[in-house]
């Protein structure tokens, strides 16, 4: 497993890995390259479209029809469901970033709980769709 | 299994069920109780506890920081990950009653893929937590 | 997919198989076999593994040391969590067999649903272990 | 994150959040509140309602069809499902001061691990639901 | 709901989208294009993405180590796990194309199904990891 | 949980344990158990039928229509989507064993990513089963 999830540094990349690092420098205005770009350099052609598409997604200046922060609480949802420590720190951090407050994140998990609950008691009760939402 | 997914009917509802089917009907303004509280109704307590629960949660008139509409989209995620059917289609019904564009619904979807990939991807990579994220 | 996905019937089955579904209908009583069992008649060696741990674990008669309802409980509630319809009505009617009731049922779900939530209020706060607990 | 994930002290707690806390500590008869509460406390409102279900459905003296035991099983068999380590930790801990033995454990394990295998089967053999089932 | 989910025709369709169309029919040379890309044409963005990296990934002729064809069975044995019917049927049929025969397919549902049971055993016995796995 | 997660070392292990463990360093080539097998060991009969079945589906010298690193490559797969961290350190481990190559796993892991996105987007759009694939 070893040489597989090493963190590739600045140094040691290629010129191609090194372009997406400049522009997550750049755009996130740090000289720090979080730990998940630096393992996926392992596979630089996935971490270009990976970066592209949470560029456009995620990032604080993304077009759009919701806002920054709606998509980080979006994104954390699924991450908590998932069970993804890494993604749940990482975005934690970026949503604070945005301006997330404790109380908006409290009660992001709270949408968290019951809908993970409500989904197992649909399933459970083998509830089927309503007329009136098919 | 029949008897255990039977939905109940207002007629044939215990008083405190009956109790829980009138507020919804009040509080959504509307005759219809849809078939998962009908279903849950075989459970009066944790009917009751769902119900406040939802209401509080993710009622239009819901206090809270996050307004009405990023709660369901938070939902929605957490269904749509989950892969419960009857969540993702009542809960879409009752976001676009809270004015849920169809713009708004694909961005959520596209941020739900890329969690869910790189939520792997993180697992994959085996990726340890940043200093400066601890 | 079609080919793959066929069930097989006791007509067409090899000896292997057949001597499988002898003993699900000895053992059941019945002269029925599911679905669940045709389908995996196309790989034999895991149908004859399949059944002999679901006999020995899940079977009325089976030893260990807790009684066949509580575990086809443990069955459901992991299948419920998965949310797999099959499995859940397949073990539900198994458990009526074994005298599930509804309220027994009902009172299953709702820690079923009490886990789920609480799973990810776990994650989301990412909760230290106790040191009392290690 | 850091301040969203910190453990609530009994002292620096709101008395609110106090009331939960010393109910805690009367109903498990000690003077340890687990970590899980502690973080939790940042939501008062989702505390006392976890709290109260958590009592309801899993306390030593709980009312209902299902021993306490029994109901630590469900809620261990969906915690392992789900990769919670915390829950499992926590919950084996609970079981076990509520007479769960080693052998009952490890049962348990085994039906998680087969229903986790089976749920599988189900879904990629595409089992269509038995008539008899429906 | 309803809107949301209509599929996209080709008639119907932005020039943006029918490149996507056209590209897709002449790769896998069929004038069919599948309900998923049909979907999916409600966010061209997405779909022009989600296509690249499908053709680059899962294509007859891709580029890689791995050959096409056990990447179909990895995005199947994914897709099980899931339970997600469509994605499961679709690629069952992609890779039957591709020269599957039904004992891969049963040899693959095998291996996925004592994967999910072990993940399970090595999070209820809280495994940790081995010193030389490090 | 102290006494449940216990690892049994050789010197301590029932005859019919230390018979399991002699066919793993047999088969293997190895004087070491893995920690898996040790915690396995509480559960005598689950640890024989997990090791026969992880040695005929996934053994170096498994019959079978796959390759026994491309069963690597599929319980690689379900593992890192279930985010079990012990069994992803050890397949790769195993797999690496087998010839598994860097850019092999992270081509695997672009896939892996893919199917978890496109599964949900599957979910999200409600795409219906189209006929040519029922």
Chains 1, 2, 3, 4, 5, 6 share one sequence.
């Not at 600045?10 to 755009?27: C, F, G, L, S």
């Not at 390259?33 to 997604?57: C, G, I, Q, S, Y």
Request: proline fraction near 3%.
């Amino acid at each position: 497993m070893t040489s597989m999830v090493t963190l590739i540094d600045y140094e040691h990349a290629a010129p191609r890995v090194r372009a997406v690092y400049d522009d997550i420098m750049a755009t996130r205005k740090t000289n720090h390259v979080n730990n998940f770009w630096r393992a996926l350099a392992h596979d630089p052609e996935t971490l270009e479209a990976t970066w592209t598409r949470m560029k456009r997604l995620l990032g604080s200046g993304s077009e759009g029809t919701l806002d920054p922060l709606t998509k980080e609480l979006i994104y954390l949802a699924v991450s908590i469901s998932n069970g993804c420590e890494y993604c749940v720190r990482s975005h934690a951090a970026a949503a604070q970033r945005k301006g997330l407050t404790e109380a908006q994140y409290t009660e992001m998990l709270a949408v968290v709980g019951l809908a993970n609950e409500t989904n197992r008691l649909a399933v459970g009760y083998q509830v089927p769709v309503d007329d009136s939402l098919k």
